[in-house]
């Protein structure tokens, strides 16, 4: 009887060792998963960051070069001398009679129903939070003269978005274009507002964030708050809005 006793006590007392050799197998195996998959998820957010940081130094490489090659005349001419070519040679072979400007038309926009508003500026700006505050600056500059001020985004536009844009442009007494970082969107807007004969003033951080071949338009540089809203009231009111109109 006692050795019955003795032989299960020994079969429970293995039964628990190995028992917890188990559990202890499975712990350990667990641990290593855990850590396995902390690591894992840590050189996948290391990989993001330096990935992050790799695009912004390439965005940022871009423009670096983007601001060479159009600093100055010679740089100029060998980038875009494809262009440059191509408007020579329909400078020579173009036909000397006059012909119908379709981009309005194309647009669905007559300009005999368009009124300039003496009151209004419509502002040519990148969509971007880096330069929002300027925008606020620009606006509320303005509208202490009695000034209307607004921007492609806060248009009541349905369907296409440029029509209503160049109409604006069309309406504005003066077209103010945000060049800084050359933003396509915006560039191609000034071009369109040039084109039309449109009073534009440029505004930039500093000389060369402007595109060469723009460098002889009016210009407010400005490297903080207050000298952009000087050199608003300067330029703009004294220019372009007398006291009577404001």
């Known amino acids: 009887m006692i050795a019955n006793i003795d032989q299960i006590s020994g079969l429970v007392s293995a039964t628990v060792a190995i028992l917890g050799l188990f559990i202890a197998v499975v712990a350990l195996l667990f641990v290593r998963q855990q850590r396995r998959e902390s690591d894992l998820l840590s ?11 790799r695009n912004e130094a390439i965005i940022d490489r871009i423009r670096d070069l983007e601001r060479e090659l159009v600093r100055n005349s010679k740089d100029f001419r060998e980038v875009n001398h494809l262009l440059i070519d191509a408007q020579k040679e329909r400078s020579v072979e173009a036909d000397a009679r006059p012909r119908r400007n379709t981009f309005l038309s194309e647009l669905g926009i007559e300009t005999s129903n368009v009124a300039v508003d003496p009151k209004y500026v419509f502002v040519l700006t990148p969509f971007l939070e880096s ?9 509320r500059v303005l509208s202490a003269y009695g000034l209307r001020v607004s921007r492609g985004d806060e248009l009541q536009a349905s369907g296409e978005i440029l029509p209503h844009i160049v109409e604006n442009i069309l309406r504005a007494r003066l077209v103010i274009a945000n060049v800084e970082g050359r933003n396509p969107n915006v560039m191609y807007e000034l071009g369109i507002a040039h084109a039309l004969g449109k009073d534009v003033v440029l505004i930039a951080g500093s000389q060369d964030n402007v595109p060469f071949d723009l460098r002889n338009k009016r210009i407010i540089l400005y490297s903080n708050p207050t000298q952009l809203s000087e050199g608003l009231r300067r330029s703009i009111i004294g220019r372009y809005f007398s006291e009577s109109e404001t």
């Open 43 to 53: 050189e996948l957010r290391e990989r993001d960051y330096h990935s992050q940081v």
């Open 131 to 139: 330069e929002k505050n300027v925008y606020a600056l620009v606006v």
